[in-house]
């Protein structure tokens, strides 16, 4: 029994995982074409062992050297892990104070406090991007609350921005962050603060002596779980961003819908994969070691 | 210590409205009498009414529902199986890659994943439609269901299970009517989590989506693009009452399912 537990979803998953990602890669290599499919050369099994030397001896790297070549690739990857970071250390600034309070609020309160944070994250991302649209408007709630209370005379422009690309991140992965700081936190015994106070340490520096350490680890996986799809985030930019906001996914995205060049889309795929493969690695070390830890 | 601080209250506060005042915001003005979305002329249910006469929005639905059951009703057996598999068989060969390619989809961007599946389909020549989005949410929801339930498993007795062997179940038996039973709880999370999962992709739908499916997220994304509208909000707030009602009744159901487990095992203490 256990091999077919095994055998089924392996088969489903080399099928539908493995296999399209060499699909992508062998495109990556192929040249654009205009035909159905667009990209040549297609592997042709009728002709034989000649056909499949011929269609090696066709692939190579000049969409590899092509996005290099051209600075708007350049430019999106380096603002995307840009906005990526900041966006994190942003998430991380708004959501450790929100976990540190859920942590010492008194126990009956707990249960609430996490159904508060877990709800937004179970309703839909598109529509907590969109809510932002209506609120970051020029005729929009922002701007109007500022303008009544006197702050500005005329609208800002918020909308369209990267501003609000940050803003729209830190908002839908808020959880992310708060859930893992949280867990990390629930687990301290309070009288470690006191005892550190007790022996003369001040209230910061028993936060940066006691607290910190212990929160740590929630703050890594808090980090890395909003980094690494920040990264190939496409909604957020394209709602909320403008057409300076440059963030890969969404060249990604224009690339392969609007003009059709299949092998450059591809191109761009396995180089985001690339980088993304050094956090993604550095995350699965980091849980497997908080796993050794726990036991 | 048991009383909050002010620095914590503030934040607790801050935090919370930074959460829910959008949603709140987009709410109140579903209800807007005017087609200004940020304007307000009086209460009004009429982009309910507008929502519900929406042929298109009825029909992406439909076709975002069934996605979302078959997907996740598929993803949850595929991944009990996996989880299962990965906790109770030690060495075999590719055993790395499996567990390697069950946790990848959960950390891929989702631009890729959708990507990669579309042109999958098109080397085989599959139809895109409503098969090839159940096909691709399947195979990233598996990889969440194989993970909550393992943690489950993790936690799990074994000697259950030996004891129904001892007694003469075939391992499948054994599984069936111990193991399942004990797992139930995270294997209906798991599916509850692929549900909620594949109702609410865009991207990766919108890659393996054809002309003769469309989904709920993608018509919504193709209309908010133009800018925000009454009838949206109106479409929104039903959507977030619906999650908002299924997540606190699966939180209550929970609830009484684990106090009940304390009374039960308090009373078999009482009994020996």
Excluded at chain 1, 138 to 155: D, R
Excluded at chain 1, 236 to 252: F, N
Excluded at chain 2, 47 to 63: C, T
Excluded at chain 2, 222 to 235: K, M, T, W
Aim: aromatic letters at 12%; glycine letters at 6%; one cysteine or more.
């Amino acid at each position: 029994m256990l091999r077919a537990f095994t055998a089924i979803p392996y088969a489903w998953l080399v099928v539908l995982f493995l296999v399209p990602f060499a699909i992508v890669a062998k495109i990556s290599l192929s040249d654009y074409a205009i035909s159905i499919p667009p990209y040549t050369p297609t592997l042709d099994l009728a002709a034989g062992w000649e056909g499949v030397r011929a269609f090696f001896s066709e692939l190579d790297f000049e969409n590899f050297v092509f996005l290099t070549e051209d600075e708007l690739y350049w430019k999106a990857y380096l603002s995307s892990l840009q906005i990526a970071i900041l966006s994190t250390f942003l998430t991380l600034c708004v959501g450790f104070p929100i976990a540190y309070g859920m942590a010492r609020a008194p126990e009956e309160w707990r249960p609430a406090l996490m159904m508060l944070v877990i709800l937004p994250f179970w309703t839909s991302f598109l529509i907590r991007v969109y809510a932002w649209i209506g609120i970051l408007a020029n005729e929009g709630f922002l701007n109007q609350f500022l303008m009544w209370i006197g702050v500005i005379s005329e609208p800002l422009q918020m909308l369209n921005t990267n501003t609000a690309v940050y803003i729209g991140i830190v908002y839908t992965y808020l959880p992310f962050m708060i859930l893992p700081v949280y867990a990390s936190l629930e687990r301290m015994d309070p009288s470690l603060l006191e005892a550190a106070e007790d022996l003369g340490c001040s209230r910061m520096s028993a936060f940066w002596h006691v607290t910190w350490p212990l929160a740590r680890p929630g703050v890594i996986a808090g980090c890395f779980l909003v980094f690494i799809p920040a990264v190939g985030e496409f909604v957020i930019p394209s709602l909320l961003g403008g057409s300076g906001t440059l963030m890969i996914g969404k060249v990604l995205w224009e690339e392969f819908f609007n003009n059709r060049d299949w092998p450059v889309a591809s191109a761009v795929a396995i180089i985001l994969l690339l980088i993304l493969i050094v956090p993604i690695v550095l995350f699965q070390r980091h849980e497997a070691k908080e796993r050794e830890a726990g036991r | 210590m048991k009383r909050l601080s002010t620095f914590n209250i503030v934040s607790l506060t801050l935090g919370f409205a930074f959460l829910y005042i959008p949603m709140i915001i987009l709410i109140v003005y579903s209800f807007n009498e005017s087609k200004l979305v940020t304007v307000w002329a009086g209460f009004s249910t009429k982009w309910y009414g507008e929502v519900i006469r929406n042929e298109a929005f009825l029909d992406a639905a439909w076709v975002t529902v069934r996605v979302a059951f078959f997907s996740a009703t598929i993803a949850t057996i595929l991944g009990t199986m996996a989880a299962y598999a990965m906790m109770r068989r030690g060495a075999f060969v590719g055993r790395t890659l499996f567990s390697g390619m069950i946790y990848a989809p959960l950390v891929m961007p989702e631009v890729i994943t959708g990507l990669s599946l579309l042109l999958l389909f098109i080397a085989i020549g599959l139809d895109r439609g409503i098969v090839t989005i159940i096909l691709a949410h399947t195979t990233f929801a598996m990889c969440y269901v194989s993970v909550v339930v393992s943690s489950r498993l993790v936690s799990f007795d074994e000697s259950l299970e030996e004891a129904a062997l001892d007694l003469g179940c075939t391992p499948f038996q054994a599984f069936t009517s111990v193991t399942l039973p004990i797992i139930a709880p995270a294997v209906i999370a798991g599916w509850l989590l692929a549900f909620t999962l594949s109702l609410d992709d865009l991207v990766i739908a919108s890659f393996t989506a054809g002309p003769s499916a469309t989904t709920l997220p993608i018509k919504i994304f193709s209309s908010v693009r133009l800018g925000v509208s009454p009838e949206i909000n109106a479409l929104s707030t039903i959507i977030i009452g619906i999650v908002t009602v299924g997540v606190l009744a699966a939180s209550v159901i929970s609830k009484k399912q684990i106090s009940r487990a304390a009374r039960d095992a308090a009373m078999a203490e009482r009994d020996d």
